[in-house]
């Protein structure tokens, strides 16, 4: 396997956990690059259910090295909480995982200002994960954000602080009409969270680097998808990072010239959670999710995701600005049940047919989907292990996608767990 970047195709929860747990088997590294405690990959191994939000997927292969690059945003909590909780369940952590000094950390004050802004936003509120990942990746940009080393070095961090505050208690109280935040109390928070996070803080693009030059496999592990790309996706209604397949260069200080291949993941139907457009939503009619049987819930805050049919004219705006080689399908079995499928294959607007996506939302919100319908399979595939075991209306409708976006299906996946997938060439299953 090349060093291989895994992007989500559409808004996220595409089963990417899902996808990279497999794939990692074979990767000697899998790095996360961007991204925080926002994204919520889940993975079921022999019938135990993990939730990651920071700490990479591989983790789950006690072979697998760790990294958490640069360009996430780390809350130190969450990541604290979730080695213990990973520990605890017997997972292997001392020695796997290494997290970079460059990557910026997430303070109280990002999470206070998410929530107080969206709230000021009112009806045009973007429904953030409410995990200070906007207000934290502003201070970076803004040149006032703290990074692991310096949580690692007391003055740096009592000095930064103490300057971010004079600046975060003025928009608190004039503006929020917030108490203001006292240093010393984060102080003592952080400075634990320093300690717990010392012995994993390093210079990863170093590990990184030196490793490709062995010739170690890396697998680059995306958060969220491309449609909530800062540059891509449908904005404002984006997150804050670059989940896009650059994201996982500037993210972990790997060239683009070490990158073998991109795979993108795509749910075979589509889903959202937070606002802004969606020109695939079900109506009420159509919908055949059970948002609990089918776990369209988010995985990091619990709300329910919102349920539409496959968006050709968004996933050729993926293959297009991620350059992708293959794609994951998931979720095939969810469509089992369903009699009649649609596929949105171009929109309109107002009699103009467009197939190229709009950048603009005002355009995205008053343009229909135009259909192409077929017939469902209406029989379960969780237990098919090849294609050819496939129901045939199945395989058509995984053709119909390949051809609407000229890009191969190299997996699709037919349940939650690892066995529960159907590798289309040997390339990707170690074989
Ligand atoms: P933020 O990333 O918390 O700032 O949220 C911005 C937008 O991205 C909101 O619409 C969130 O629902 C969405 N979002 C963030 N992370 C994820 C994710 O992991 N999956 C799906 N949507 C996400």
Not at 52 to 57: C, E, G, I, K
Not at 356 to 378: N, Q
Request: charged share 25%; aromatic share 6%; glycine share 10%.
């Amino acid at each position: 396997m090349a060093n291989v970047v895994l992007v989500g195709a559409q808004w996220g929860d595409e089963g990417k956990g899902r996808i990279i747990d497999v794939l990692a088997e074979q990767a000697d590294f899998v790095v996360r690059s961007q991204g925080g405690a926002n994204a919520g990959h889940t993975v079921v191994v022999d019938d135990e259910e993990f939730i990651l939000h920071l700490v990479p997927t591989g983790v789950l292969h006690p072979g697998t090295q760790c990294i958490v690059g640069n360009g996430v945003v780390i809350d130190p909590k969450v990541l604290i909480d979730e080695i213990d909780t990973l520990t605890a369940k017997g997972v292997h952590i001392d020695g796997n995982l290494y997290i970079s000094e460059s990557a910026h950390i997430v303070m109280p004050y990002h999470k206070l200002l998410d929530g107080l802004r969206e709230k000021l936003k009112g009806k045009g509120a973007i429904g953030t994960t409410l995990r200070g990942i906007s207000p934290a990746y502003m201070d970076k940009v803004g040149y006032v954000g703290i990074r692991a080393l310096d949580l690692l070095h007391e003055a740096t961090f009592r000095t930064k602080l103490e300057m971010n505050l004079v600046e975060k208690n003025l928009l608190l109280t004039k503006l929020y009409d917030h108490e203001p935040l006292e240093p010393e109390l984060i102080l003592a928070e952080y400075g634990g969270y320093a300690e717990r996070m010392r012995p994993y803080v390093t210079n990863t693009e170093i590990i990184l680097n030196r490793a490709i030059a062995e010739g170690k496999e890396m697998l680059f592990e995306g958060a969220q998808g491309t449609l909530l790309d800062v540059d891509h996706g449908t904005y404002p209604f984006v997150t804050a990072s670059s989940t896009t397949s650059g994201g996982a260069c500037t993210g972990s200080g790997v060239g683009p010239t070490k990158i073998g291949m991109v795979m993108g993941v795509a749910k075979a139907y589509t889903t959202r959670v937070g606002a802004g457009p969606f020109p695939t939503e079900f109506t009420p009619e159509e919908d055949f999710v059970d948002r609990k049987q089918d776990r369209e819930f988010g995985a990091t805050t619990g709300r329910t995701r919102r349920c539409g049919w496959f968006d050709a004219v968004i996933v050729n705006h993926s293959v297009r600005v991620n350059g992708l080689d293959a794609i994951a399908l998931t979720k095939l079995d969810v469509m089992d049940n369903c009699k009649r499928i649609k596929i949105c294959v171009a929109y309109d607007d107002g009699g103009r047919r467009v197939t190229d996506f709009p950048a603009d939302g005002a355009v995205l919100a008053r343009i229909k989907p135009v259909y192409e319908e077929m017939d469902g399979w209406c029989e379960p595939t969780k237990h098919v292990r090849s294609y050819e075991e496939l129901p045939a209306n199945a395989r058509a409708y995984i053709e119909r996608l390949q051809e609407l976006v000229a890009t191969p299906v190299e997996i699709v996946s037919v349940g939650e767990k690892r066995a529960e997938t159907i590798f289309m060439s040997p390339a990707f299953n170690g074989s």
